[in-house]
């Protein structure tokens, strides 16, 4: 299947710095790649979707100043984490999608953040 | 998209088939059910994902009864790795659209 590399896989940052997630699309275009954040014991949460030249749109209760993201290219997206502080350590993952009706998304390895 | 129930957690003896259940009560005519499987620590993993008429791949196999309310992914000889938290979502069809994910269930394979 398709394959979603997704960068780092582990990053410890401090409190107050920003950290960048890269999600890349290797073998397809993704035209919408999908954020999420899971917390230990729990389900995955849509955070954004992310159109490639378009902003991103961004669900209910997440602050888009504070998590920003990037969709510049058809095989990359990026989201920002900006002023990270304890309460944002969580496992981040991405999702891509080629756009094509009646197909699977395929997701990263996911990026476990811990800000200390 | 419609809403899925799924049982918590289940158990299954390694080598059996494992038989996971869903409803879907819901569900719309433009609505797929899709299977995905989460290991710890990973990102989840598509597995399979039909409309109306039984799908099989190298994975699993999907039964959907025919008023398409509910489903069952069958996993035919479930080994160790398979012990993962198992979702079942329905989508529409059109273009790239968001999965929502409810909690799963936790399929645990026993030695």
């Known amino acids: 299947g398709a394959v979603v590399s997704q960068h780092p896989s582990r990053v410890i940052c401090k409190s107050g710095t920003s950290v960048k997630i890269e999600c890349r699309s290797l073998?397809?275009?993704?035209?919408?790649m999908f954020w999420y954040r899971q917390f230990p014991k729990q389900s995955l949460m849509l955070m954004a979707t992310?159109?490639?030249?378009?902003?991103?749109?961004?669900e209910q209760g997440v602050e888009k100043d504070k998590f920003l993201i990037n969709h510049a290219s058809l095989t990359l997206s990026t989201l920002t984490v900006t002023s990270a502080h304890p309460e944002d350590s969580s496992f981040y993952i991405c999702s891509a999608h080629s756009g094509t009706s009646n197909t699977e998304a395929f997701f990263g390895q996911g990026t476990r953040l811990t800000v200390v | 998209d419609a809403k899925t129930t799924q049982p918590t957690s289940m158990d299954c003896a390694e080598g059996r088939a494992a038989n996971l259940p869903c409803n879907h009560s819901?569900?719309?005519?433009?609505?797929?059910v899709y299977w995905y499987r989460q290991i710890h620590s990973q990102g989840p993993q598509y597995i399979i994902h039909g409309l109306k008429n039984n799908e099989t791949n190298e994975m699993a196999s999907l039964i959907i009864t025919e008023d398409r309310k509910s489903s069952t992914l069958i996993l035919p000889h479930a080994t160790l790795r398979d012990t993962a938290v198992y979702y079942c979502?329905?989508?529409?069809?059109?273009?790239?659209?968001?999965?929502?994910f409810g909690q799963g269930t936790r399929l645990t394979i026993n030695p």
């Open positions: 073998d397809f275009q993704a035209t919408t």
């Open positions: 819901t569900i719309s005519g433009n609505e797929y």
């Open positions: 979502i329905v989508r529409v069809s059109q273009g790239a659209q968001k999965l929502v």
């Open positions: 992310s159109n490639e030249g378009s902003k991103a749109t961004y």
